[in-house]
């Protein structure tokens, strides 16, 4: 069994993406449906997928849940709500009434486009995300690495509360920058209530001429910080194929992961999803 913990859909006839801007995402100002991933997941050996949200709006949601419920292939999914507003533990509790809203299993904000590096430190943040823990969900977090040291203290802050670092926290492969990324993640790793989605990675490559080498210093750093039982394989379909295919990206995680033992990469590429996001 594979699961690919990242991956999204929109429809740009429904509503604008509005950070599909400029000429390098202008492959991505189309739609992309559940009916264009399911051949490429089937081709590329994954049973069952993770639904992340795209935009702070939240009739997202809704719709997301709705499109889990009648899919054999999602399985569950990470949704929006706005964190600082009074009445999020309402909220979350009336999208778990929704049709679908069994498969509401992770909120996500894009915290990389906050200003305040310590926005996740807010108090008014902190109160939803303590709610987020009441209701059983687990938390994403979207960020950039300079967003990292904030990440580790609200973590070691709310420790009932599961943590997903999106896309290893988006280090400057391109440029080949480690330091101070790997530092931090790695710090954000010493917390046992963290785990990580190993994803995202040719995005934050050269697009045009990225190896599975110019990805492996990164892969290492994280597989050997938080382990295999705290990392989870994610495609970021469709946003990946600014770079490389659904194919490619299923290949290369597993070119990444080839040295480990056969139960370890099972955790890597189904346990882990599985097991945070109670799938």
Known sequence: MTVDAHHHVWDLSVRNQ?????????PLRRNFALADLEPQAREAGVDRTVLVQTITVAAETPEFLALAAESELVGGVVGWTDL???GVADELARLRELPGGRYLKGVRHQVQGEPDPRW?????????LA???DA???YDLLVQPRQLPACAEVA????ELTFVLDHLGKPRIAAGDLKPWASDVRALAALPNTVCKLSGMVTEADPAKWTPQDLRP????VLDAFGPRRLMFGTDWPV??????????ARTARELTADLSADEREQVFAGTATRVYRL
């Open 131 to 133: 709610a987020v823990t």
């Open 218 to 221: 990164y892969a290492d750093t």
């Open 156 to 159: 070691a802050a709310l420790p």
């Open 136 to 138: 059983g969900l687990v």
């Open 240 to 249: 990946c194929t600014l770079a490389a295919t659904y194919g490619q990206v």
């Open 18 to 26: 509005d950070w599909i801007t400029g000429p390098e995402l202008q």
């Open 84 to 86: 600082a507003a009074p």
């Open 120 to 128: 996740l430190l807010r108090p008014d943040v902190r109160r939803g």
